[in-house]
């Protein structure tokens, strides 16, 4: 059995068009079916739980720090901080430079250090970047950081 059905474009069309409608129709009063039954549930009695909800409303004139929106259109109160600002010394930035040995021959000592991946030989008064030895003894080397001429001492041990 071949059923054939012929259908002028027009038709066609009209049939397109009727679903459609059928369809939104459909989505439309399902949306619109929940909102009935939410009202008919407000409807009920609400049961007292013992909850004090004047306790949880905001006192009159109060208004949350956090609050993005709110206004306040009193005087504005002096900011607390701004009194006196806390300056803090500046500081040199640590030593660059670690020990890594020293080698004395003819009665000469020479210290090495490390920076970065370079070996260096110190000796009293040099000047290396932005530092300058002062002073090496036994236990320690004296640095001065030249922009700021503070006293840095880099340990022997």
Do not use: C
């Not at 399902?30 to 905001?58: C, F, M, N, T, Y």
Request: cysteine-free; proline content about 10%; charged content about 25%.
């Amino acid at each position: 059995m071949n059923l054939r059905f012929n259908l002028s474009p027009w038709k066609k069309n009209a049939a397109i068009v009727a679903a459609a409608v059928t369809v939104a129709a459909g989505v439309v009063a399902g949306r619109e079916r929940p909102a009935v039954e939410l009202i008919h549930e407000r409807s009920k009695p609400v049961q007292d739980d013992g909850i004090d909800l004047a306790k949880l409303r905001p006192a009159e004139g109060s208004v949350p720090q956090n609050d993005p929106f709110a206004r306040n259109f009193g005087p504005e109160k002096p900011a607390q901080a701004a009194a006196a600002p806390a300056v803090e010394k500046p500081v040199a930035p640590p030593l660059p430079f670690r020990y890594f040995g020293r080698l004395t021959e003819n009665g000469k000592t020479e210290v090495f250090v490390m920076r970065g991946e370079d070996l260096l030989s110190l000796a009293p008064g040099q000047t290396i970047g932005e530092y300058r030895v002062d002073k090496i003894a036994d236990a320690s080397i004296s640095f001065t950081y030249l922009p700021m001429k503070m006293k840095q001492t880099l340990d022997l041990q």
